[in-house]
């Protein structure tokens, strides 16, 4: 069975900052892209980050480009995203996905308030 975990998420201020942590089990991870996407309270699923197996490309958002960093370490199985300078609009939950295989987390909930 594939398993992704995140962690890191937590109340945090505006102006702060969060680094989430996702690790996968029961998956060839080096193998595949990983993403990063969120979804704030009533609203639709967003993309927020992607990087690619060797960490050469990273994709960002408009919305949080400059302010995170995805990252990876393929021999713990873990993706990684370095959240900076936190605004109330990145109040979501954050999910990593492994979309070629089809493998979404649970989630983990990001909250921005004074």
């Known amino acids: 069975e594939v398993q992704l975990v995140e962690s890191g998420g937590g109340l945090v201020q505006p102006g702060g900052s969060l680094r989430l942590s996702c690790t996968a089990s029961?998956?060839?991870?080096?193998?595949?892209?990983m993403y990063w996407v969120r979804q704030a309270s009533g609203k639709g699923l967003e993309w927020v980050s992607s990087?690619?197996?060797?960490?050469?490309?990273?994709d960002y958002a408009d919305s949080v480009k400059g302010r995170f960093a995805i990252s990876r370490d393929n021999a713990r199985n873990t993706v990684y995203l370095q959240m900076n300078n936190l605004k109330p609009a990145d109040m979501a939950r954050y999910y990593c996905?492994?979309?070629?295989?089809?493998?979404w987390g649970q989630g983990t909930q990001v909250t921005v308030s004074s």
């Open positions: 996905v492994s979309l070629q295989t089809g493998n």
């Open positions: 029961g998956l060839m991870f080096s193998s595949y892209w």
């Open positions: 990087i690619n197996m060797r960490s050469t490309v990273a």
